[in-house]
């Protein structure tokens, strides 16, 4: 069975910092890009940041420097560490592959608030 699980999310303050980690069971891992998205109340799910086979990295505008994306193929995970995070970055954060999708997992809510 092919299933994402992520994890780390929280409430934290503006310019705060969390750590997300997504684990993959079953499916292929080391040769897919790996993504994560993010969807706000209301909506749309956006992408936040990709990582390819060979660790190239790339990011949406809005991260603007502030996360890091990186994956350990050994655990299957990959991570997104988030620095200087503000209000407007609330949101379920989801990982998954690209180009097509396994099934989503639930998620990880990430809430920045005074």
């Known amino acids: 069975q092919v299933q994402f699980v992520e994890s780390g999310g929280g409430l934290v303050q503006p310019e705060g910092s969390l750590t997300l980690t997504c684990r993959l069971s079953g499916g292929i891992f080391v040769t897919n890009t790996m993504v994560w998205y993010r969807q706000a109340p209301r909506k749309e799910r956006e992408l936040v940041a990709s990582?390819?086979?060979?660790?190239?990295?790339s990011y949406a505008d809005f991260v603007e420097g502030r996360f890091a994306i990186s994956r350990d193929n050994t655990q299957r995970t990959v991570t997104l560490q988030m620095y200087n995070l503000q209000p407007e970055d609330t949101a379920v954060y989801y990982c998954?592959?690209?180009?097509?999708?396994?099934?989503w997992g639930q998620g990880t809510l990430v809430a920045v608030s005074p």
């Open positions: 990582i390819d086979r060979y660790r190239a990295a």
């Open positions: 998954n592959k690209s180009p097509s999708s396994y099934p």
